[in-house]
């Protein structure tokens, strides 16, 4: 895992300088697909996608995965590591892996504004090695008030209305205040339309509902983005997207005003 995206954003921690890629690796797994978060006490939750063989069965299989770090030179043991095929929750009913993550923050006004909404969300996709057993790739999402206790009974699945009889991965989840609505990007694939990216929203405040409705654009957005993640337009300024410092940014593909989706294949 590197890490020039977080310098880039203005939260590198003390002793930067001193730092190398890849800050995070380990022996017996394959890690990929980082998304990271700070927290108010100046601790880094990481979470990616670890593919290794299982003790039980020997399968090599994604896993979705979490640490900590203050200073990213020592992480923390994994708060989690959820395979998709135990556990509960929708994300625990028998999958054959989990993986893509992607974290986002409610900002405060938001939360002391609308009661009901979450501080924290990570987004992420089931995920299976058998080709005939794609379309049930689906996304999911849990919640955490504190950015260290994530439940996996709490796992929920995301805009399954619109994701079904589609391969579903890579979802991106942010809340829209202006328009009072989530925003949900995903990659999807079905049999004669190919692959594109979708877009999607949901009147909120409340996460769980069933309303979601594809945005006008949200069946024909350009393909390309294996990887997605939306920003307030605000920070698209201060964030560059890409697979290394200054490569492309972000492009809107979402209405004015609103969030934008960015990727690291722009």
């Given at each position: 895992?590197?890490?020039?995206?977080?310098?880039?954003?203005?939260?590198?921690?003390?002793?930067?300088?001193?730092?190398?890629?890849?800050?995070?690796?380990?022996?017996?797994?394959?890690?990929?697909?980082?998304?990271?978060?700070?927290?108010?006490?100046?601790?880094?939750?990481?979470?990616?996608?670890?593919?290794?063989?299982?003790?039980?069965?020997?399968?090599?299989?994604?896993?979705?995965?979490?640490?900590?770090?203050?200073?990213?030179?020592?992480?923390?043991?994994?708060?989690?590591?959820?395979?998709?095929?135990?556990?509960?929750?929708?994300?625990?009913?028998?999958?054959?892996?989990?993986?893509?993550?992607?974290?986002?923050?409610?900002?405060?006004?938001?939360?002391?504004?609308?009661?009901?909404?979450?501080?924290?969300?990570?987004?992420?996709?089931?995920?299976?090695?058998?080709?005939?057993?794609?379309?049930?790739?689906?996304?999911?999402?849990?919640?955490s008030e504190d950015l260290l206790q994530w439940n996996m009974s709490a796992t929920q699945e995301l805009a399954r209305g619109l994701t079904d009889g589609m391969r579903a991965i890579d979802a991106a989840l942010a809340w829209d205040g202006a328009a009072q609505r989530w925003i949900l990007a995903w990659k999807g694939t079905q049999d004669g339309l190919g692959t594109k990216t979708r877009l999607a929203f949901l009147p909120g405040p409340t996460l769980s509902g069933h309303g979601w409705q594809f945005l006008p654009d949200g069946t024909a957005a350009p393909t390309g983005i294996p990887t997605m993640t939306l920003f307030a337009r605000s920070a698209v300024r201060r964030c560059s997207v890409g697979p290394s410092p200054g490569a492309a940014g972000c492009r809107q593909v979402v209405d004015p005003g609103g969030p934008v989706v960015g990727g690291d294949a722009v």
């Amino acid at each position: 895992v590197g890490l020039w995206a977080v310098a880039s954003c203005g939260l590198a921690p003390p002793g930067w300088d001193t730092l190398q890629d890849p800050v995070l690796g380990y022996r017996n797994m394959s890690v990929k697909d980082a998304t990271v978060m700070a927290g108010d006490d100046g601790t880094f939750l990481l979470s990616f996608s670890a593919f290794f063989h299982d003790d039980a069965t020997g399968d090599f299989r994604s896993h979705l995965g979490a640490v900590t770090t203050r200073d990213w030179k020592t992480f923390s043991e994994p708060l989690f590591m959820w395979d998709g095929k135990t556990g509960a929750g929708a994300a625990g009913a028998g999958l054959d892996g989990l993986c893509s993550p992607n974290l986002f923050e409610v900002p405060a006004s938001e939360r002391k504004a609308h009661p009901g909404l979450p501080r924290y969300v990570l987004s992420f996709n089931s995920w299976s090695d058998d080709h005939k057993r794609r379309s049930e790739d689906r996304l999911f999402y849990v919640t955490s008030e504190d950015l260290l206790q994530w439940n996996m009974s709490a796992t929920q699945e995301l805009a399954r209305g619109l994701t079904d009889g589609m391969r579903a991965i890579d979802a991106a989840l942010a809340w829209d205040g202006a328009a009072q609505r989530w925003i949900l990007a995903w990659k999807g694939t079905q049999d004669g339309l190919g692959t594109k990216t979708r877009l999607a929203f949901l009147p909120g405040p409340t996460l769980s509902g069933h309303g979601w409705q594809f945005l006008p654009d949200g069946t024909a957005a350009p393909t390309g983005i294996p990887t997605m993640t939306l920003f307030a337009r605000s920070a698209v300024r201060r964030c560059s997207v890409g697979p290394s410092p200054g490569a492309a940014g972000c492009r809107q593909v979402v209405d004015p005003g609103g969030p934008v989706v960015g990727g690291d294949a722009v």
